[in-house]
């Protein structure tokens, strides 16, 4: 497993700045538009999210569930795929990537999920289609070329367990890519992301490319329903998921917890014992505006204002965090920067 640049770059000075979902806070998450923003803003990595069609293609949504963040419902020839369905216990209505072909996927367009916080964001609904995990890559690779900095992508696999139940594997699908794509080496510039606990190791098996555990404040991986995110986050299981992680990517809030006021607390020990058991941490997910920040970082009570980011993420910083997700990843550059003898 590689230090904590991956080998995205020669040597990227810490933290590594990850746009979630492209440059997600200003334009329509998982959009070509999205993601060359994050890179002009000088985003080390990129971020998509994967899903699976009907026909085996690696789509990229946030969730399976489309209706969100496409224009899906305005598509009559649509209409009757709307469903109810459980994923990963929680009972969802809507339209689902798992019910159509990546053809059919292609001739929807993307849209603002939060539109009441990011109406600029909204402006640009309509505009951009769904992308594959291979034109990321592309966007990335072209980037790279474009920039002279090396782009990394750091996918994250979601819901294998629901797509497994589906008949479509999502582990199998995504080797398969990056075996065409010359991407399953320990010096590949990407980083693999899961919530749950099998698909990564099973793939630290497959591939010498590095994989991170995706851990939250609540609940646990939905493939081991015994084990919890906070069991996994002691220093046995940080142990644990060394023998197939090089990395982990935590919530906020299991490094500064909050009060019921959403003061933050003091910080826990987990960045200290996380690198005691030589696990590399990345925190998600940085967001500019208050209803995201805790108490003290906010300017006011308007939910969809935004509030002191580069003061919060400093907070990290100061903790020596290896990298983190941020929606704006410009404001993440420019903490960083700020830093700067």
Known sequence: MLSVVLAVSSMLATPVIIAHRGASGERPEHTRMAYERAIDQGADIIEPDLVMSADGHLVVRHENAIGETTDV?????????????????????????????????????????????????????????ILTFDEVVTIAREASARTGRSIGVAPELKHPLHFRSRNLNIEDAFVAELERLDLTGADAPVLVQCFEVGPLERLSKRIDTPLLQLMQVFGGPADRPDMTYADMATPEGLAAIRTYAGFIGVQDQMILPRDDRSAALPATSLVADAHAADLKVVVWTFRAENIFLPLEHRSNESPSDHGDLTGYLNRFYDLKVDAVFSDFPALAVGAKLGRLP
């Open 73 to 129: 419902a305005d598509h009559p020839q649509f209409a009757d795929r709307k469903t109810t369905r459980m994923v990963d216990g929680v009972e969802i209505t809507g339209w689902f990537t798992e019910d159509f072909t990546l053809a059919e996927l292609k001739t929807l367009r993307a849209k603002e999920r939060l539109p009441l916080l990011r109406p600029a964001s909204a402006a640009f609904d309509g505009q951009d289609p």
